[in-house]
């Protein structure tokens, strides 16, 4: 599990270039953008939502990742939570997957996995740089779409 901290911003279309220059100035390892595809999925009943997850699939370069995030806080505009990532051959759901500390009673509930159905989906494309300071790794990403 990885402890997911994020605090996001909205940049003026103006600012767009300078923030990107800026960016790069900070170093670390820059990824050139990519395009992301995300399905979001939630059961007919919002069963996630009512116990504060957030399941996706999320495809990049023909690797796929199902995440699960959990109930977190929220400080001042700083996003913690805790997330569960795993590799995925293809953007199907294998809820079996996931650990048993995601789920409320430590287990996959009965019938869980066959009513979840995708909600929407989203693409854009994510600008990256990468720096280790610390032992930590830092992601900066730049959205657009």
């Known amino acids: 599990m990885a402890q997911e901290i994020e605090l996001k911003f909205i940049v003026n279309?103006?600012?767009?270039?300078?923030?990107?220059?800026?960016?790069?100035?900070?170093?670390?390892e820059h990824h050139a953008p990519s395009q992301l595809l995300n399905i979001y999925f939630e059961t007919p009943d919002n069963w996630l939502r009512r116990h504060d997850m957030g399941l996706r699939i999320r495809g990049e370069n023909g690797r796929y990742e199902m995440t699960m995030k959990i109930a977190g806080r929220v400080t001042g505009g700083l996003h913690q939570r805790p997330e569960y990532n795993v590799a995925l051959s293809e953007p199907v759901l294998d809820l079996t997957q996931l650990p048993a500390e995601v789920w409320p009673d430590g287990k996959?509930?009965?019938?869980?996995?066959?009513?979840?159905?995708?909600l929407f989906s989203t693409d854009f494309y994510r600008e990256k740089w990468w720096l280790d300071v610390d032992g930590c790794r830092m992601g900066r990403a730049r959205d657009l779409g």
């Open 108 to 118: 996959l509930p009965a019938g869980l996995a066959s009513s979840v159905q995708p």
């Open 13 to 28: 279309h103006d600012a767009v270039d300078a923030l990107r220059n800026h960016l790069h100035t900070l170093g670390g």
